[in-house]
C-alpha cells in the first residue's frame, strides 16, 4: 500500500481528550487510532473531540472503527462519544453518503488545548490483526445503515475469506 497512514496527536485533557488526525485516515491508520482511544477510555475518558481540519480522506475501514467506538463510548454512558471539529468537507461528504454523519456531535472549537502530542507509535498491526479490523468496521457500518450493505458486501465476502485463509496458515505455521 502506497498511501501512508495519518498521523495522531493527543491532548489528554483530564475529564476530555482531543485526538488531531492529520492526513489519509486508511486501514493503516485504523488499528494505531483504536489503540490510542482505547487506551484514553482506559483512564478514564470518555469524550473525545476529533480536530479534522487537516484529515485529508477517510476509508471505510477507519470510519468503521470510528462508528464502533463511537458506539463503545456512547453506551459507556451519556455524554460519551466523539464529537467531530472542522472535518473537511471530502470527510464530511463521505460521512453523509454512509448516511453516519448524524452519529457524531460537532465541536464548535477545540477548548484549552495547549498541544497536542504525537500519538505514540505502538507495534505494527500486522496482516491478520489489520483483516480483522477492516472486517468489523465494514460490517459496523453495515450495522449503523442498512443502506451500506450493498456498498460493502462483496468487501465483507472477501475480507471473511481472506481473513479464514490468512488463518489457517498461521494455524499451520
Do not use: W
Given at each position: 500500500m502506497g498511501i501512508a497512514p495519518a498521523k495522531l496527536y493527543v491532548a489528554d485533557l483530564g475529564e476530555r481528550a482531543v485526538v488531531r488526525i492529520t492526513g489519509r485516515a486508511n486501514?493503516?491508520?485504523?488499528?494505531?487510532?483504536?489503540?490510542?482511544v482505547n487506551?484514553?477510555?482506559q483512564r478514564g475518558r470518555q469524550t473525545f473531540t476529533l480536530?479534522?481540519?487537516?484529515?485529508?480522506?477517510m476509508d471505510s475501514t477507519f470510519l468503521g472503527v470510528l462508528v464502533g467506538l463511537n458506539r463503545t463510548l456512547g453506551q459507556a454512558g451519556p455524554g460519551g462519544g466523539f464529537s467531530l471539529y472542522k472535518p473537511?468537507?471530502?470527510?464530511?461528504?463521505?460521512?453523509d453518503n454512509l448516511g453516519i454523519l448524524e452519529l457524531f456531535k460537532t465541536a464548535e472549537s477545540l477548548g484549552q488545548v495547549e498541544a497536542a502530542e504525537?500519538?505514540?507509535d505502538a507495534e505494527a498491526a500486522d496482516k491478520t490483526e489489520l483483516t480483522r479490523t477492516?472486517?468489523?468496521?465494514?460490517?459496523?457500518?453495515i450495522e449503523a445503515?442498512?443502506?451500506?450493505?450493498a456498498k460493502f458486501k462483496e468487501v465483507?465476502?472477501?475480507?471473511?475469506?481472506?481473513?479464514?485463509?490468512?488463518?489457517?496458515?498461521?494455524?499451520?505455521?
Amino acid at each position: 500500500m502506497g498511501i501512508a497512514p495519518a498521523k495522531l496527536y493527543v491532548a489528554d485533557l483530564g475529564e476530555r481528550a482531543v485526538v488531531r488526525i492529520t492526513g489519509r485516515a486508511n486501514c493503516l491508520s485504523s488499528v494505531p487510532f483504536k489503540r490510542v482511544v482505547n487506551g484514553l477510555i482506559q483512564r478514564g475518558r470518555q469524550t473525545f473531540t476529533l480536530d479534522l481540519s487537516d484529515c485529508q480522506l477517510m476509508d471505510s475501514t477507519f470510519l468503521g472503527v470510528l462508528v464502533g467506538l463511537n458506539r463503545t463510548l456512547g453506551q459507556a454512558g451519556p455524554g460519551g462519544g466523539f464529537s467531530l471539529y472542522k472535518p473537511t468537507e471530502s470527510v464530511r461528504v463521505l460521512l453523509d453518503n454512509l448516511g453516519i454523519l448524524e452519529l457524531f456531535k460537532t465541536a464548535e472549537s477545540l477548548g484549552q488545548v495547549e498541544a497536542a502530542e504525537p500519538a505514540e507509535d505502538a507495534e505494527a498491526a500486522d496482516k491478520t490483526e489489520l483483516t480483522r479490523t477492516s472486517l468489523e468496521a465494514h460490517k459496523t457500518l453495515i450495522e449503523a445503515n442498512p443502506k451500506n450493505e450493498a456498498k460493502f458486501k462483496e468487501v465483507t465476502r472477501f475480507l471473511e475469506e481472506d481473513l479464514k485463509q490468512q488463518e489457517a496458515a498461521d494455524s499451520s505455521d
